[in-house]
């Protein structure tokens, strides 16, 4: 939503600019300085999108820095109120919709759980209902000795929100918890 929103945004004002500016001097190929811009921080936006243990980082700082490039070219051709009311609503979608994201349950992330425990059999059972009651499917479930420890593996798709609640309810005295983003195994 954030990623969205910025680029709509920047893509709105940076047409809004070229237009006011070419109206201003009269001159309409002052149109071009703004495609000119826009390829120019389009690679600088590629180069902040990476690909992290099976997702892809970047987006919505990339799509910011579109924004944000449109504002500096709103400001800088004397559009102030528009550049500061442009402001507002990035700043507005990057801190709110990181609420409404979560809150939607719109940005889940496929994680490998490790839990270290003395005895697996209780765990197990508990480890079911969690995700049962979670409504998140578990996938790759193995049970298996780690040294004195029983280790109990699997992977699933959950949100920040969801792992925080994973955590609260598996990590107590004597048990060992680990929570790892990675890339899911299609077949």
Same mark, same amino acid.
Request: proline share 0%; glycine share 18%.
């Given at each position: 939503m954030r990623t969205g929103f910025c680029v709509a945004l920047g893509a709105a004002l940076f047409t809004? %600019? =070229?237009?006011?500016? /070419?109206?201003?001097? $009269?001159?309409? =190929?002052?149109?071009? !300085?703004? =495609?000119? !811009? %826009?390829? $120019?921080? $389009?690679?600088?936006?590629?180069?902040?999108?990476?690909?992290?243990?099976?997702?892809?980082v970047g987006l919505t700082t990339a799509a910011t820095i579109f924004a944000v490039a449109a504002m500096?070219?709103?400001?800088?051709? $004397?559009?102030?109120?528009? =550049?500061? !009311?442009?402001?507002?609503? %990035?700043?507005? /979608?990057? %801190?709110?919709l990181f609420y409404v994201e979560d809150w939607l349950n719109l940005k889940p992330r496929y994680m490998l759980f490790r839990i270290f425990v003395d005895r697996a059999d209780n765990m197990v059972s508990e480890v079911h209902g969690i995700f049962s009651q979670l409504k998140v499917g578990i996938d790759n479930f193995q049970v298996s000795l780690a040294g004195e420890k029983n280790l109990i593996q699997f992977d699933a798709e959950v949100t920040t929100h969801q792992q925080e609640k994973v955590l609260v309810a598996l990590c107590k005295p004597g048990v060992s918890c680990e929570m790892l983003p990675v890339e899911r195994q299609n077949g």
């Open positions: 809004i %600019v =070229s237009v006011e500016i /070419a109206r201003r001097t $009269g001159d309409s =190929s002052t149109t071009r !300085i703004a =495609s000119n !811009i %826009v390829q $120019g921080i $389009g690679f600088l936006g590629a180069g902040v999108i990476l690909r992290e243990r099976g997702s892809v500096g070219m709103a400001a800088g051709g $004397g559009l102030y109120a528009v =550049s500061g !009311i442009a402001c507002l609503f %990035v700043l507005g /979608a990057l %801190v709110l």
